[in-house]
């Protein structure tokens, strides 16, 4: 199905949008479209995570189909690969339910070769479905900042590019569907090294009494500079270990990415490093936090 195909306009007041997984970043990306001015609609599994949008006039559903039954565009943001599957291809699931010709954007970070299972499935029922993962955490869900990845048509990722504004700033199409999850691929196994990058160099400043802030001054605007040097190392300085990201969320990205490199036979020593370092951290209990707290392997605390 080509997405010039029934395609409707996608404008505030016009476009009922449903959003389903409101954690630390859906939160903050519902909140940007109702903002807008957006009809919003929203499903979470802990209804307790609603209450806020709800009393700003979102409209709650107990389920996704109800959700979908109601809805122009659904955008879902929940934690795993299985959740994003259970959401759209089971019998009560959002490809079953939505109307024909709604737009089905999976935020999640998830596998590409699902994403093609549910662009498929969604193409048979008259549907639009894109994979549009995102990067910049939490203080980008805030700020509107996101960097948005999209895999699906053209034409449907046009018509939905207005409503992708009100959450990032950096919106690109990568190509079919699958190919925005292998470009936050490419992100996570970037991340991956860096952030045992920025940890070793904050270890060192340390280890040499140096003061952490100080090198940060220093070292952030050179060619060491990155966005985990610059927005996490602070965190770590503080100690603040709560999470932008969560490491079970990390741990689940890189698994993805290590299983995707592994079937293109793609070497990646660096991914494999930093997957099993933070499994530790995971075995030690601090898989709901940030993935900062990759310091306390360096530290020992």
């Not at 449903?18 to 630390?24: A, Q």
């Not at 805030?142 to 960097?147: F, G, N, V, Y």
């Not at 952030?220 to 985990?228: L, M, T």
Request: net charge negative; with cysteine.
């Amino acid at each position: 199905m080509k997405g010039e195909d029934h395609m409707m306009t996608i404008a505030p007041n016009q476009t009922t949008v449903g959003f389903i997984g409101l954690g630390v970043m859906g939160h903050s990306m519902a909140g940007h479209i109702r903002k807008a001015g957006y009809p919003l609609h929203v499903y979470t599994r802990t209804a307790s995570k609603a209450e806020r949008l709800v009393a700003d006039g979102a409209v709650w559903h107990d389920t996704p189909a109800k959700l979908a039954q109601a809805c122009d565009v659904i955008i879902t943001m929940v934690g795993y690969p299985k959740d994003v599957e259970e959401l759209y291809l089971e019998p009560d699931g959002l490809v079953a339910h939505a109307r024909e010709g709604a737009y089905l954007i999976d935020m999640t970070t998830s596998s590409p070769l699902l994403a093609r299972r549910i662009y498929e499935a969604a193409s048979s029922k008259g549907l639009h479905a894109m994979d549009a993962p995102v990067s910049g955490g939490d203080v980008g869900a805030r700020e509107a900042r996101l960097s948005i990845m999209i895999g699906g048509e053209e034409g449907d990722v046009k018509a939905v590019q207005p409503l992708l504004s009100t959450m990032g700033s950096n919106i690109v199409h990568q190509g079919q569907a699958g190919a925005g999850q292998h470009t936050k691929m490419c992100n996570q196994i970037a991340i991956a090294s860096n952030m045992i990058g920025v940890c070793e160099a904050m270890a060192y400043a340390e280890s040499a009494r140096l003061d952490p802030e100080t090198v940060l001054k220093s070292i952030e605007s050179g060619a060491a500079g990155s966005w985990s040097l610059s927005n996490l190392a602070p965190r770590m300085i503080a100690g603040n270990l709560e999470p932008g990201f969560y490491i079970k969320h990390f741990i689940k990205d890189m698994g993805i990415a290590l299983e995707s490199a592994k079937a293109m036979n793609l070497v990646t020593p660096g991914l494999s490093l930093a997957e099993s370092l933070y499994s530790q951290l995971a075995e030690k209990g601090l898989e709901d936090k940030g993935t900062q707290a990759l310091i306390r392997y360096y530290t020992g605390e």
